[in-house]
């Protein structure tokens, strides 16, 4: 009797505490508000991810410029994109997993009363550089997009934006993040996985802000050459100075944070031999004695050898990807030090108002780039000294030289290789032809190189109208569409 009598006394304490019975199912140690800190941190890995997966599901960059290229399945370098949901993939991960948890990050912070108002600065900084960054990456892959209206639970059908317009107003927020940067104060400290690890990290963020409108001026430069100039020269002077700037996401030896390429291609973890070198790539690096060979390529009976790209290839017969780049703890860069030199490069070759000479950022570029890889001074200078590398001699045309060392030097960097071959038009790369086929293989006629993703397969479905009217504005929802700023 007197159980019993205790179980009713506890009953009725519990049941006055209680404004409904509703309450009795809140989980005490489920979090009902995500920290902004943890949502910065997930959408700086969910964007270093879905730019550095070698995932056929979701970016076949590499094989679009013809870095690597497969040994069995083939839709991908034959630039077939209906075979999977791959632009659906690339789409939602950038959409879903990033924008969406900047915007909630952002929500938070300035929610936050108790936060000092120069960290809160840092932070809505922080987030507005990251979005500017993920929003330009889905105006350079597809041209117009849902944006004004887009990441709104209560409108599931959002307009599509024009591309120009997008990226205007993405340099406009960009400024604004830079301005909002408080150097004194700190920002999401160790939640923030680029720069944290830095002295002074709010200093790393300002220059990796600019380095990114370097980059964002300069895919303008062709189509709006005067806004473009204006952009960059307000950037340059305070843009990466060495490789210890690089924007860099640091993998673990621990899955699930391991470096992608590790689970799709490290022996450890995987079994499958789907990815070699291509033959494009590693015949010009053959041709210039390259000193990068051994950090990106293993060799086949000490040579380095590509495969056929866009065709069917056996693996050991073969260069694949270098242990290095398989490594569980290989690190993904958003930015890099020879990225920006090259930029700086190109301004100055263009006639903008920059720092240094043309030739100047050029060798830096190429020299930081061989070292990274783990190559020597001394290499870079004996490479440079090349008549068919060197900036006044390799090419009477300042896209081709800086092109072709651009694209070698963003090896492993697909999407930003793909985004600066369609920009810079080198090198000069062909699709699988009959003319390029082993014996014995055949390739379906025809075949063009992508310049953009086609929109999702779902997006016909959910967003009809908006998306067959974005398809019309930006003259066909093609792969061979060019986007605003491709004018060449």
Not at 310 to 326: C, Q, W
């Amino acid at each position: 009797m007197r159980k019993i009598y205790s179980v009713l006394v506890a009953a009725v304490l519990l049941s006055s505490c209680a404004k409904n019975l509703d309450e009795y199912n809140i989980d005490q140690k489920k979090a009902t508000v995500v920290p902004a800190a943890t949502l910065f941190t997930a959408a700086q890995k969910s964007f270093a991810d879905v730019l550095t997966s070698p995932s056929v599901n979701t970016n076949v960059f590499r094989f679009y410029v013809q870095q690597w290229t497969t040994t069995e399945y083939l839709d991908e370098p034959r630039y077939n994109l209906t075979a999977r949901t791959l632009p659906q993939a690339f789409w939602s991960a950038i959409y879903k997993d990033v924008l969406s948890d900047l915007q909630e990050a952002k929500k938070v912070a300035n929610a936050d009363p108790l936060l000092n108002a120069d960290v809160k600065a840092n932070q809505l900084a922080q987030i507005g550089v990251m979005e500017v960054l993920a929003w330009s990456t889905l105006v350079n892959t597809f041209g117009n997009i849902p944006y004004s209206e887009s990441l709104n639970i209560a409108n599931v059908q959002p307009k599509y934006d024009d591309a120009a317009t997008i990226y205007a107003d993405l340099l406009v927020r960009l400024d604004a993040a830079l301005a909002g940067f408080k150097p004194a104060a700190a920002g999401f400290g160790t939640a923030d996985l680029l720069y944290s690890a830095k002295a002074a990290p709010i200093a790393s963020w300002i220059k990796f802000g600019n380095a990114l409108k370097l980059r964002l001026g300069l895919i303008i430069a062709d189509k709006d050459p005067a806004k473009a100039k204006t952009v960059i020269e307000a950037a340059a002077t305070n843009v990466f100075a060495d490789a210890t700037d690089n924007a860099r996401f640091p993998y673990t030896l621990s899955t699930p944070n391991n470096n992608p390429i590790s689970t799709n291609a490290n022996k450890a973890l995987t079994t499958r031999t789907d990815y070699i070198a291509a033959q494009a790539l590693v015949d010009k690096m053959n041709a210039l004695a390259d000193p990068r060979r051994p950090g990106f390529f293993t060799t086949v009976g000490g040579a380095y050898i590509g495969g056929f790209y866009g065709f069917t290839n056996s693996y050991s017969n073969f260069s694949t990807m270098s242990a290095k780049i398989s490594a569980y703890d290989f690190e993904a860069l958003l930015m890099d030090y020879p990225e920006t030199e090259f930029g700086l490069a190109e301004a100055g070759r263009r006639g903008f108002t920059v720092p240094g000479t043309p030739e100047q950022h050029y060798n830096n570029a190429v020299t930081a780039s061989i070292v990274y890889w783990g190559g020597t001074a001394a290499q870079a200078a004996v490479y440079l000294a090349r008549p068919d590398v060197a900036f006044t001699t390799a090419s009477a045309n300042y896209k081709e030289s800086i092109g072709i060392q651009k694209w070698i030097a963003l090896y492993n960097r697909g999407y930003e290789s793909w985004t600066e071959w369609r920009r810079l038009d080198f090198p000069k790369l062909l699709p699988p032809t009959a003319a390029t086929a082993p014996p014995g293989q055949s390739v379906p006629a025809g075949l063009s190189i992508p310049v953009r993703l086609i929109y999702p397969i779902n997006e016909q479905t959910l967003n009809g109208s908006k998306r067959a009217e974005a398809a019309a504005a930006i003259g066909g929802d093609l792969v061979t569409t060019k986007l605003f700023w491709d004018v060449n």
